[in-house]
């Protein structure tokens, strides 16, 4: 399994932009479909989105299509999420992950990182 660490969260005005950062430790990363999900206080785990190992593929959740992107370089062991035009109820703790199959369940991915807080100020 691959390790995984966040960074690029932080606290930001509506309207705003956040780059998050997934750094992976291990040689197989470019093997595994990535991930990114959020948790807001009190709520459930939630996808956002996610990238295919082989870059073909990519998903959002409805609610942050044509705001956020999703990347990976392979060569860097890295996924992005590059988000724009935040809003209030983005706030949450964001999370990467890593899966073998294809999936928006979280049961599905293996490999988790340790979070980090984007908070949207109205």
């Known amino acids: 399994q691959v390790q995984l660490v966040e960074s690029g969260g932080g606290l930001v005005q509506a309207g705003g932009s956040l780059r998050l950062s997934c750094a992976a430790s291990?040689?197989?990363?470019?093997?595994?479909?990535m991930g990114w999900f959020r948790q807001a206080p009190g709520m459930e785990r939630e996808f956002v989105a996610r990238?295919?190992?082989?870059?073909?593929?990519?998903d959002y959740t409805d609610s942050v299509k044509g705001r956020f992107i999703i990347s990976r370089d392979n060569a860097k062991n890295t996924v992005y999420l590059q988000m724009n035009s935040l809003k209030p109820e983005d706030t949450a703790v964001y999370y990467c992950a890593a899966a073998n199959r294809w999936s928006r369940i979280a049961t599905e991915y293996v490999s988790w990182g340790q979070g980090t807080q984007v908070t949207v100020s109205s």
């Open positions: 990238i295919g190992w082989i870059n073909g593929g990519i």
């Open positions: 291990g040689r197989t990363f470019s093997t595994y479909h």
